[in-house]
Structure formats: C-alpha cells, structure tokens
Nanobody
Framework: QVQLVESGGGLVQAGGSLRLSCTATGRTFGTYAMGWFRQAPGKEREFVAR????????AYTDSVKGRFTISRDNAKNTLYLQMNSLKPEDTAVYYCAASKRVLATSRSADFDSWGPGTQVTVSS
C-alpha cells in the first residue's frame, strides 16, 4: 500500500491557475501509474488525468484537455497537476490515486490507493 497526500488546492478566480501536488510514500513510486480524479458536490467521482509508469504516457478527460497537465517527478516521489484557465465547473475535491499496475486506464478500479483529497474552488 502507498500513502498519498495532496496539497495545493484553494480558491481561485475563473481563468486562474493552480498546481496540485501529491507526495507518495511506502512503495516504489516511479514504476506504477498515477492519476487524478475529482468529485464535485452531488456528483460521482470522475477521472481527470493519468500518467503511466513506463513510457510516461498520459491521458485526460475531454473537459480538461489543453488546460491541465499531469506530470511526475520520480526522484521526489511526487505527482503534479498543473491546472490553467480554470472554470467554475472545475470546482471539486481533487484526489490523487496510485495504481499497482504499470499501465492504467481511466477507471477508478485500476487504482488501489487514494489520498484524502484537496479542495479546489473556482469563483466566477
């Protein structure tokens, strides 16, 4: 099991930027897929982005393509989510997730460890 802690959330105006970080401990970080999910009030948790372990391939949900960038620093055991051009509909609790798999899809079932989440609020 890996322990995950997110940081970097907050309140930002529409059009602004935030960078989320997720620090991992307890398992070799670099080999496995990592992802970001989010859950808005009254909605189900949804996939945002993921980066696979080998080859560092990435994937994004359509609503954030071109605005969000997922990246990882294996030397620091840290996952990032750079969020630009934020919109009110991006408001949610954002969760970092780790997989036991090198290659993961956008399904939450592919991820076995989750952080407690960090709140992102975008005002209009």
């Amino acid at each position: 099991q890996v322990q995950l802690v997110e940081s970097g959330g907050g309140l930002v105006q529409a059009g602004g930027s935030l960078r989320l970080s997720c620090t991992a401990t307890g398992r070799t970080f670099g080999t496995y897929a990592m992802g970001w999910f989010r859950q808005a009030p009254g909605k189900e948790r949804e996939f945002v982005a993921r980066v696979n372990g080998i080859a560092i391939s990435t994937a994004y949900t359509d609503s954030v393509k071109g605005r969000f960038t997922i990246s990882r620093d294996n030397a620091k055991n840290t996952l990032y989510l750079q969020m630009n051009s934020l919109k009110p509909e991006d408001t949610a609790v954002y969760y970092c997730a780790a997989s036991k798999r090198v290659l993961a899809t956008s399904r939450s079932a592919d991820f076995d460890s989750w952080g407690p989440g960090t709140q992102v609020t975008v005002s209009s």
